[in-house]
């Protein structure tokens, strides 16, 4: 999960050591956020910092330095992340160097006077215990987020409903890609047709950096708007080492913040288990179509009539032509063999949606099924018209999946002729893997 959210500066001027501190600048640091505290001995801890802690310290070591040293000093706890600096200046110095003041301001970096009597050890102690406190009561939201999640689904609510719920809670728009479907789900938060259509656009510049996209964990990037810096935060659903979708928000209407982050989290998790269910229930579906197709085809004829009584069971009963497209995958040499079965199935599940968008706009029945190294798609046709576009389409699309989401993988293909009757499935069968025999030694890979 992410850093939970810290002290913002606010918080720590509100602390019993700090009724008489001065913060010398920074005033403008809205993002500062602390999620750690730690104290220097030796300016040598910047060494060892990490972004986002609270530095405490006092000037003893400082009037030792050069003018320009102590200028370096800060500037190196800025670039190192550092979110803010309580400083004990007197009586080690008069003051912070002019040039330093400056410079602070400049980069609106926090700089916190801290009266000579408060000791450090107060400082780290009432920091501790603030941090300790709010993180605890950000635990026991996101917990409470989390079963609100989880009520949704076992009330019958689905990735729309969740996503409702997770803008409202963060504030700015939404979007569920699902990743094998295609399929967008928005929340817009009342955005006007003009920043949906931008915020569209930027989702679409992210769609197409594949780099990133192809990162198993929380990317980002921005863009201005009017003047205004707008951040974008994807964070990918990853399933059996595969990635299966995209949740993302933009800081249109608000900052998003650590803790809105951590909300996201706690969403991808509950759309995690969506995901997980209906690939659960289309694997099932799968196994019985295969098995049902492999009776078909079989050179057991008992196994073959025993498959044509159940084809009422399966989406292909109806129409008076059917064809076979045949397809393996198979791995380079970094790739072990045993890597191929999960690849088919996640071959199956991206490939699912665009088989019933064909099968919708063509007015076909059909059905997907598994064999070895590779799957294999029996369609069922009005007419013979349709049947050369379709079979190209399909073959094109599951030629674009490989490509974009199974690095390492090739395909090869076969289509088997158009038939009349259910004992001629067999045969077309056989005609695909013939095809996708001769297309296999094939230059020409686009040959089908």
Known sequence: MSKIAGLSIKNIMELPSMDEAVLLSGQEAEEASIRLINIMADPEILQWIDRDEMLAMTAYSLPDMTKSERLTFFKTAFEKGVAVIAIKIKPYMEALDGEILEYL????????????????????????????????????????????????????????????????????????????????????????????????????????????RNERRITDSEFRKEGRKVRRKSIPIVLRNDIYGYLTSWSYQSELNSYDLSIMEVATTVLSLLIMQYLSVREVEIKYASDFFEDLISEDLSKRERAIENYSYFNVKTKPYFAVLKAEIRPDQFHREDNINLAVRRLIHFLTPELENLKYTHELEGILSTRANGLQVLLSFNSAEPYRQVMTKLSQEVSRIVQLHFSGFDVEQGVGRLKNTYEEIRQSHLEARHSLSINSRSKDKNML
């Open 105 to 212: 301001n400049k980069v609106h970096f926090p700089v916190i006077e801290v009266p000579a009597e408060v000791p450090v050890s107060q400082i780290i102690s009432e920091v501790t215990d603030s941090l300790f406190k709010k993180q605890t009561k950000i635990i026991e939201r996101l917990e409470n987020i989390h079963q609100g999640f989880m009520d949704i689904i076992l009330s019958g609510g689905g990735p729309t409903e969740i996503v409702t719920i997770l803008a409202d809670y963060i504030n700015n728009p939404v979007m569920f890609e699902i990743s094998y479907s295609r399929n967008v789900i928005t929340d817009w938060r009342s955005l006007k047709t003009e920043d949906q259509e931008i915020i569209h656009k930027d989702y679409e510049r992210f769609r197409k950096d594949y780099r990133n």
